[in-house]
């Protein structure tokens, strides 16, 4: 009635995976590695666990090669990194076994353990919203006619992100309902190392994707949240603005104080007093400590003035264009650090703020918001394509 496929890249969690489907139950393992050699684990026997090879080319690839290569009339797709609960195979039968033909998927419940001594981090938070997300192939069960009337999954997604959700919107917008089970899957955290949060803004890239194949309303839709890419936009137009003043705060010093400033003041100056009504202008010489200063010419003009006000209007000339420069670089900083701190804080404030934890945050919630405009960016660019 069943067969499991379950794409993998080698993780080493793949056999306990394969121990909780148990026997009896025919498996398709889909080498996703480049290079082959993939060897399934030695308590699986050979006449339950098939391997095809998807050529590396991300999940959703790897998915369509297991689905096609299923003979039953349910395909229930696991991830390698998931743990079925004991007796899921028998589960996953009652699950499917009375669904009405305009059903045409069933979820299983995603449970991710947390630690019971301390609040969860980042990343563990993270995982743990896989529990309350739609139609995720953590433990998802397709009828193989719906797949193959839909074409399967999108291999334009390249990761395991999205693929599932449009595949779920698709198979919806045909006519086609689905329902949750009553079966339970573990969802194990992984250690991702400390760049993972970052690593994960790649999906704005497959949100660009969904956007354009779904329309706007396509978060709704899957259940999903607004997400933060306006904010990290604006935060990284602050962040941008702030580097662009301060780099004009230096061209303009060295503008109207450094020795280009002073030779174009008196080249200026020399021009003015060759032309007719110069000598009224009178004649314009640079400071030697920068600026611009009127002096009067030989033939009467503009009264002579003292030492002090020469110095007190060389000193105006040249800091006023700097200061209002240097203003709005303040201004466009403190907005920059203001939406970074309400950032990292919305991080750390619910973690178990440990000072590994809170550095990670900091770290990487300064780098989040341009890697997630950058990615966006490319994937818009890939999408219009």
Known sequence: MITVVIPTVGRPTLRDT???????????VVDDTRASGLSVPDHVGPDQVRVVRSGGRGPAAARNAGWRAAETPWVVFLDDDVVPSPGWAEAVWKDLVDLPEDVAGSQGRIE???????????????????ADALWVTADMAYRRSVLESVGGFDERFPRAYREDADLALRVSRAGHRLVKGARVTAHPVREDGFWASVRFQRGNADDALMRRL??????????????????HAATTAAALAALTLAAATLRTRGHFGGPL??????????RLSGRPGGRALGRLRAWPGGGLLTRPSRHGGMPPLGPGRRRAGAHLMERAPEAGVRVLAGLAGAAWAAMTAEFAW????????????????VVTSVVIPPVACV???RGEWRARR
């Open 18 to 28: 394969l121990a909780g489907v148990g026997s009896g139950v025919p498996v398709i």
């Open 112 to 130: 991710v353990p947390l630690p019971a001594d301390r609040r969860p981090t980042d990343a563990e938070r993270n995982t743990a919203g896989l």
């Open 214 to 231: 779904h329309g706007p309303g396509w978060r709704t839709a899957i259940g999903g949240g607004r997400g933060r890419l306006r904010l």
């Open 261 to 270: 400033g002073r030779r174009l003041a008196g080249r200026t100056g020399a």
């Open 346 to 361: 919305r991080r750390i404030a619910p973690g178990p703020r440990t000072p590994r934890e809170m550095w990670r945050m």
């Open 375 to 377: 990615h966006r960016l």
